[in-house]
């Protein structure tokens, strides 16, 4: 009797510990406990997010897995490559469904729930090949890891908006040089894992997983860990040594996301993203058998083709979305895409010159241009609908991200297909591709050039805790509409 | 100093990968060929 007593009572206190504890976990991830304390550094954001877009950037470096997987599941590299496929739609499809709850509960649940997501994903891909199960793959891989990819890419991205409203394009820029970055450290410490964990009758893909999961947890855990958001009414150079910086930032009137995605503007940069990623995307897929075919050399010579334009992309994040503070976002995608269609429509001549040097490049500046869209459009859209729904707002844009990645090479391998099954050499083949491109890139000018800023009606009313912009809304929504002109035209100039 | 550390934290890894990078493509600029194929008889 006694001792039933005693252990109902261990029971009921152990129940209240994990409670208490989950409590004070889940506590730990809400918004209200990374808002920033007075004081703050801001340069303490960007490795937070820079460290987990470095991990999840990883889909990028998936291919390395292609061989292994599809000799221990016993599928083709095809099969194997629709969890890439899958993993980047659901990035888009999660950005946009649950980019209002991002918003919502802040950088650290967000970046918590990457992780659980992504690390899972690797895990259940692990567990698929340890049993030899490929739908564990798709589903691990593609789907759940997919969400991780949705979640993780937008919640630093917003953050790192609101930390950095006088320079948003370096800032997101440094962020998203670590999804390119990902890559870089993705495929090499794959292989090393790889051949570390290898047996006569394995390839070690499911130990390196594991790995990787592990790996990746420290550092998507560390980067929740440091992450904080500004307080409200925050504004740089409030907390800085000289209050020079504050002159610098302009009042950006907010727009909501419901009404966000109902403008006209909301859709041309989903049409500008959609054709910059095309066009980038039909290069880098075929990056290594292109130099192999256009100009002869081995497939090692291939393999550093792909690896330089990897440093390219990874590059031309940070320096393009850092030159669209400077000129403003308008004049940069302008400049992607005039300077775009001349290096594409100039490939074929350097392939028939055998101008190998120049043919590198020229497709390294497009590549790095491809990797400067990404990294400017977050600036753009913080010009166009303001800083408060830009999560839900980046979510919602990023399908034009999914769609480019499933159109795009669609498209231009059909193409090249077509071309070399109508009998042309294999190395002139893709002469047609790159006019197609310059097509795809005409398009995203246009666009680009009838953006023009959201009308006043379209913005949220001003909080009153904000001392930026003082007045009434309508006012201060005036003042913001002419300041949103101006940055998206470069009036920083 | 929190700063510095913080972002040697990522900057290491990050730092990694671009020297990997790197040195694969070295042999893009050392002007090797890959061995003709033969053509049809």
Same mark, same amino acid.
């Given at each position: 009797?006694?001792?039933?007593?005693?252990? %109902?009572?261990?029971?009921?206190?152990?129940?209240?510990?994990?409670?208490?504890?989950?409590?004070?976990?889940?506590?730990?991830?809400?918004?209200?406990?990374?808002? &920033?304390?007075?004081?703050?550094?801001?340069?303490?954001?960007?490795?937070?997010?820079?460290?987990?877009?470095?991990?999840?950037? %990883?889909?990028?470096?998936?291919? +390395?897995?292609?061989?292994?997987?599809?000799?221990?599941? @016993?599928?083709?590299?095809?099969?194997?490559?629709?969890?890439?496929?899958?993993?980047?739609?659901?990035?888009?499809?999660?950005?946009?469904?649950? @980019?209002?709850?991002?918003? /919502?509960?802040?950088?650290?649940?967000?970046?918590?729930?990457?992780?659980?997501?992504?690390?899972?994903?690797?895990?259940?891909?692990?567990?698929?090949?340890?049993?030899?199960?490929?739908?564990?793959?798709?589903?691990?891989?593609?789907?759940?890891?997919?969400?991780?990819?949705?979640? @993780?890419?937008?919640?630093?991205?917003?953050?790192?908006?609101?930390?950095?409203?006088?320079?948003?394009?370096?800032?997101?820029?440094?962020?998203?040089?670590?999804?390119?970055?990902?890559?870089?450290?993705?495929?090499?410490?794959?292989?090393?894992?790889?051949?570390?964990?290898?047996?006569?009758?394995?390839?070690?893909?499911?130990?390196?997983?594991?790995?990787?999961?592990?790996?990746?947890?420290?550092?998507?855990?560390?980067?929740?860990?440091?992450? /904080?958001?500004?307080?409200?009414?925050?504004?740089?150079?409030?907390?800085? =040594?000289?209050?020079?910086?504050?002159?610098?930032?302009?009042?950006?009137?907010?727009? &909501? +996301?419901?009404? =966000?995605?109902?403008?006209?503007?909301?859709?041309?940069?989903?049409?500008?993203?959609?054709?910059?990623?095309?066009?980038?995307?039909?290069?880098?897929? /075929?990056?290594?058998?292109?130099?192999?075919?256009?100009?002869?050399?081995?497939?090692?010579?291939?393999?550093?083709?792909?690896?330089?334009?990897?440093?390219?992309?990874?590059?031309?994040?940070?320096?393009?979305?850092?030159?669209?503070?400077?000129?403003?976002?308008?004049?940069?995608?302008?400049?992607?895409?005039?300077?775009?269609?001349?290096?594409?429509?100039?490939?074929?001549?350097? %392939?028939?010159? %055998? &101008?190998?040097?120049?043919? +590198?490049?020229?497709?390294?500046?497009?590549?790095?241009?491809?990797?400067?869209?990404?990294?400017?459009?977050?600036?753009?859209? /913080?010009?166009?609908?303001?800083?408060?729904?830009?999560?839900?707002?980046?979510?919602?844009?990023? $399908?034009?991200?999914?769609?480019?990645?499933?159109?795009?090479?669609?498209?231009?391998?059909?193409?090249?297909?077509?071309?070399?099954?109508?009998?042309?050499?294999?190395?002139?083949?893709?002469?047609?591709?790159?006019?197609?491109?310059?097509?795809?890139?005409?398009?995203?000018?246009?666009?680009?050039?009838?953006?023009?800023?959201?009308? =006043?009606?379209?913005?949220?009313?001003?909080?009153?805790?904000?001392?930026?912009?003082?007045?009434?809304?309508?006012?201060?929504?005036?003042?913001?509409?002419?300041? $949103?002109? =101006?940055?998206?035209?470069?009036?920083?100039? | 100093?929190?700063?510095?550390?913080?972002?040697?934290?990522?900057?290491?890894?990050?730092?990694?990968? +671009?020297?990997?990078?790197?040195?694969?493509?070295?042999?893009?600029?050392?002007?090797?060929?890959?061995?003709? &194929?033969?053509?049809?008889?």
């Amino acid at each position: 009797m006694r001792l039933g007593i005693d252990c %109902q009572r261990l029971c009921t206190l152990s129940c209240g510990a994990v409670s208490g504890v989950s409590g004070v976990l889940m506590h730990l991830l809400t918004r209200q406990a990374t808002v &920033a304390p007075e004081g703050f550094n801001r340069w303490l954001v960007p490795p937070a997010a820079v460290a987990v877009h470095m991990c999840i950037g %990883q889909v990028y470096a998936f291919s +390395v897995f292609n061989k292994p997987l599809s000799a221990e599941l @016993g599928i083709p590299v095809s099969q194997v490559n629709t969890a890439y496929m899958l993993a980047l739609v659901m990035l888009g499809l999660s950005a946009a469904v649950f @980019g209002k709850w991002v918003e /919502r509960s802040g950088p650290r649940m967000s970046i918590v729930a990457s992780w659980a997501c992504f690390c899972g994903g690797l895990l259940i891909t692990a567990a698929g090949v340890a049993w030899r199960q490929p739908w564990l793959l798709w589903g691990g891989y593609g789907v759940v890891g997919g969400i991780g990819l949705g979640l @993780g890419y937008i919640a630093p991205v917003s953050t790192l908006v609101k930390w950095f409203p006088d320079r948003p394009g370096m800032a997101t820029g440094m962020a998203i040089m670590g999804f390119g970055g990902g890559a870089l450290v993705g495929s090499p410490l794959a292989q090393e894992l790889m051949t570390a964990f290898a047996e006569p009758s394995a390839t070690g893909a499911a130990a390196a997983l594991v790995a990787m999961a592990a790996i990746y947890t420290i550092f998507m855990l560390f980067g929740a860990w440091i992450v /904080r958001v500004p307080p409200a009414g925050w504004q740089p150079g409030v907390d800085a =040594a000289s209050g020079s910086m504050a002159t610098r930032v302009k009042p950006v009137a907010s727009v &909501a +996301v419901e009404t =966000a995605w109902k403008t006209p503007q909301f859709w041309l940069l989903w049409v500008v993203l959609c054709m910059n990623v095309s066009a980038g995307i039909g290069v880098l897929g /075929r990056a290594a058998d292109m130099c192999q075919d256009m100009f002869g050399v081995s497939v090692t010579i291939g393999a550093g083709f792909t690896g330089l334009l990897s440093i390219a992309n990874m590059a031309g994040r940070f320096v393009w979305s850092s030159i669209s503070d400077v000129i403003g976002r308008k004049a940069v995608y302008a400049i992607y895409f005039l300077l775009g269609i001349v290096l594409f429509a100039v490939l074929p001549s350097l %392939q028939e010159a %055998q &101008a190998r040097a120049a043919f +590198v490049a020229c497709t390294a500046i497009l590549i790095s241009m491809y990797g400067g869209g990404f990294a400017t459009v977050p600036a753009y859209l /913080r010009d166009l609908f303001g800083t408060e729904q830009i999560g839900a707002i980046h979510g919602r844009l990023i $399908t034009a991200w999914s769609m480019a990645a499933v159109v795009g090479p669609t498209l231009i391998n059909g193409l090249y297909d077509r071309r070399v099954a109508a009998g042309v050499p294999k190395g002139e083949a893709y002469n047609g591709t790159f006019f197609l491109m310059c097509g795809l890139l005409a398009v995203g000018f246009v666009a680009n050039l009838l953006i023009r800023p959201v009308a =006043a009606r379209h913005h949220l009313p001003t909080p009153p805790d904000r001392p930026a912009t003082p007045g009434s809304a309508a006012p201060a929504a005036a003042e913001a509409t002419k300041a $949103t002109a =101006a940055t998206c035209e470069g009036s920083d100039k | 100093m929190k700063v510095l550390v913080v972002w040697l934290v990522v900057l290491l890894p990050l730092g990694w990968g +671009v020297a990997r990078s790197v040195q694969k493509s070295l042999p893009l600029f050392t002007g090797e060929q890959a061995p003709a &194929a033969q053509s049809p008889q």
